[in-house]
């Protein structure tokens, strides 16, 4: 038990970042087949409100239990946001890219291709939010 505790604890961070990138994940695949299918949005319109739920919810989940954000200073908590939902438009962007060319390219399902570029976003997420928008206060000072 306590090898498998210090192994969460050297991996808490991915361990959380992908239990809380499964949940936005979640959120965004619902939500979308929520719009697409049972309202019958078209697949932009469904994409566009999926994917701000979903940025809504991984913003805070990523600022209080995966990266543990210590900003606390208004122009911090303002810089932290900018990055953040700059970075997810650009993943966003690049999402639907992905979505399109499956569905208007390959004239392939709308709700697997979601799935496909879900994925790839997660892991762009990780790498920019780690490297750039949660870095810790004395790293961001040195």
Known sequence: MTKLIDLYKKYEETILYLFFGGATF???????????????????????????????????????????????????????????????????????????????????NDLIWNGIQNIFVIISNYVLSKLYIFKKIEEMEG
């Open 26 to 108: 979640v959120v965004s695949v619902v939500s979308y087949a929520l719009f697409s299918a049972v309202w019958h949005w078209s697949y932009t319109w469904a994409y566009i409100a999926s994917w701000f739920l979903a940025v809504l919810f991984a913003y805070l989940t990523n600022r209080i239990w995966v990266f543990k954000s210590e900003v606390r200073d208004l122009p911090g908590l303002f810089r932290e946001i900018w990055q953040f939902y700059l970075a997810r438009i650009v993943t966003g962007i690049l999402g639907w890219l992905i979505l399109a060319f499956g569905v208007r390219i390959l004239n392939q």
